[in-house]
């Protein structure tokens, strides 16, 4: 698949690349998932095991990078009301709601307010969405533990180092990096196009170009994309934008042939967990019914149930099977993928972005996932429309 060329566009009216510009800065000098994500978890989970996995670990997390309250004012005073193009008003409105949401998120973590708005940036686990999860953790089967063995940080750094020279060869100012940093929850994650890696990540043989095309294919190329649109916000993602980027990645992993059984399973019990967290479970109990019942190490089942208490209770973690539905049923109405990496947005935000196309305020992606360029991905791809969501993986071989 040959990546697109770009069109001439018309350039945003004044004040609204005021905003654009202004709120992209804000944007850029922050990440509040990293704020929140606490410090050390292998040693907390020691702790917790030799604890008898009773207490609730004590959570540290990382200095704030920023003066909240400066930051509040600079964002709240930003002109958005007398912004010329009312889409790009309407876009920009919202997303200046979120970013207040989220510096308050950093100013709440560890409080009981916490909780309340993360609920309100990314919902709860509807009881749809809860019953789907317990299906598939029900009826999908772990695979069998590979032979294929696991690799390390310096395999991982290697094998990311050649997906960016891969993108490099065809986008030339394409700009990625990898670092190893102990301040992230997750074993690897994306913040700002940066990849970040933890010291200690090990993964497995098999599952590790999958899990590559999700963060780079996905995070790091709507980066890029969207670092290439008149409308900048598409670099730093519009309101609500982690549902569809989730999404994204995960499908990106079926579509590289490497979404395992596991890792569904994985999706399913994050679901399960948050809702067990805002019905009122403690930690111990959350990760007791991961473990004893949906049949997850002690180790798994301690990185799910960290995952939604930190913070003060986060449940951001329902957007990754909730966008895999989501998305899946967006494609089964025949709709192309290809348009969904010019940035980061969320599938309720597609009409106004195509309002903003016909107008020439926006261009197609610079890049296109390398795994695109797979024949079997692309039928894959033609498929996945009609695969149940507990179908959604590949067997792992042993």
Request: proline share 5%.
């Amino acid at each position: 698949m040959s990546d697109a060329a770009h069109p001439a566009t018309e350039p945003l009216p004044a004040t609204a690349r005021h905003v654009d510009d202004e709120m992209a800065a804000i944007s850029r000098s922050f990440d509040w998932l990293k704020a929140v994500s606490p410090l050390g978890t292998h040693k907390l989970w020691d702790e917790f095991r030799a604890g008898g996995c009773r207490h609730e670990p004590r959570f540290r997390y990382p200095d704030l990078e920023i003066d909240i309250g400066a930051t509040r004012e600079r964002l709240l005073g930003l002109p958005i009301r007398e912004i010329e193009h009312p889409v790009v008003e309407a876009l920009l409105a919202e997303k200046q709601h979120e970013l207040d949401r989220h510096l308050e998120l950093m100013e709440l973590r560890g409080t009981n307010g916490f909780m309340q708005v993360s609920i309100d940036l990314f919902g709860v686990a509807t009881p749809d969405l809860h019953a789907e999860a317990l299906h598939i953790l029900d009826v999908v089967v772990p695979d069998e533990a590979g032979k294929a063995g696991l690799v390390d940080t310096g395999d991982i750094v290697a094998a990311a180092e050649a997906q960016f020279r891969h993108y490099r060869r065809r986008c030339p100012d394409f700009s990625a990096e990898v670092q190893i940093s102990d301040d992230i929850t997750a074993g690897m994650m994306v913040s700002k196009g940066k990849l970040l890696v933890t010291e200690d990540l090990r993964v497995p043989r098999d599952r590790l170009d999958a899990l590559l095309h999700h963060e780079i294919g996905t995070h790091i190329l709507t980066f890029h994309n969207g670092g290439h649109q008149p409308l900048k916000q598409l670099q730093f993602g519009l309101a609500h934008y982690d549902e569809l980027q989730e999404g994204l990645g995960v499908l990106a992993e079926y579509l590289a042939g490497n979404l395992s059984a596991q890792r569904l399973r994985i999706l399913a019990a994050r679901v399960v967990a948050e809702r067990l967290l805002t019905d009122g479970a403690s930690f111990a109990d959350v990760f007791d019914t991961l473990r004893s019942r949906h049949r997850f190490s002690g180790r798994a089942a301690f990185v799910i149930t960290t995952r939604v208490f930190r913070g003060g209770g986060l449940t951001k973690d329902v957007v990754y099977l909730r966008g895999l539905r989501d998305l899946i049923a967006y494609l089964r109405e025949g709709h192309c993928i290809e348009h969904l990496f010019i940035g980061k947005f969320s599938l309720s935000e597609l009409p106004a972005l195509r309002k903003l196309r016909e107008e020439r305020q926006l261009v197609p992606p610079t890049l296109l996932p390398s795994y695109l360029d797979d024949a079997g991905a692309q039928e894959r791809l033609a498929a996945c429309g009609e695969v149940p969501l507990d179908h959604l993986y590949q067997r792992m071989v042993a």
